[in-house]
């Protein structure tokens, strides 16, 4: 199983887990069996004409899960169009969240956990 974190920088496994998904600059894949990682580009971000769509994952890419704090509607509904499950980060690093997910201790996303339900951080949102 591969699951994806959205980073700002790589450090490996740990990695902080960015605040919002789809504007992360990259996303670290971790392969759950093997713990080898590697570094995949948000290719949303690569041209102007790009940042509308929401597909950030290639067949390819082999992406069972992903795991963020934060996530907009759009990019949620594509991820599970594409049998892609999205997880609440609880914890800092890509290794807290990881050992939390292999316990079993990650909920995933219910559709009022969108960015767009709470726009401010006070709110608990990621204030956009």
């Known amino acids: 199983m591969k ?4 980073v ?3 450090n490996g496994l740990e990695s902080i887990i960015d605040e919002h998904f789809g504007v992360a600059e990259n996303f670290l894949i971790v392969d759950l069996e ?12 690569s041209t102007e004409a790009s940042k509308c769509k929401t597909g950030v994952f290639n067949k390819k ?14 990019s949620q509904r594509n991820l599970m169009s594409s049998n892609i499950k999205v997880y609440q980060a609880r914890k800092n690093t890509i290794l807290e969240n990881l050992e939390l997910f292999e316990n ?13 339900i709470k726009k401010n951080k006070k709110e608990g ?3 956009h």
């Open 104 to 116: 079993d201790k990650l909920n995933l996303f219910h559709m009022f956990d969108f960015c767009q």
């Open 3 to 6: 699951i994806a974190f959205p």
């Open 8 to 10: 700002k920088e790589n």
């Open 34 to 45: 093997t713990r080898k990682f590697e570094l995949k580009e948000n290719q949303k971000l």
């Open 61 to 74: 890419d082999r992406v069972d899960a992903v795991v963020t704090r934060c996530m907009g509607d759009g």
């Open 125 to 127: 949102g990621c204030g």
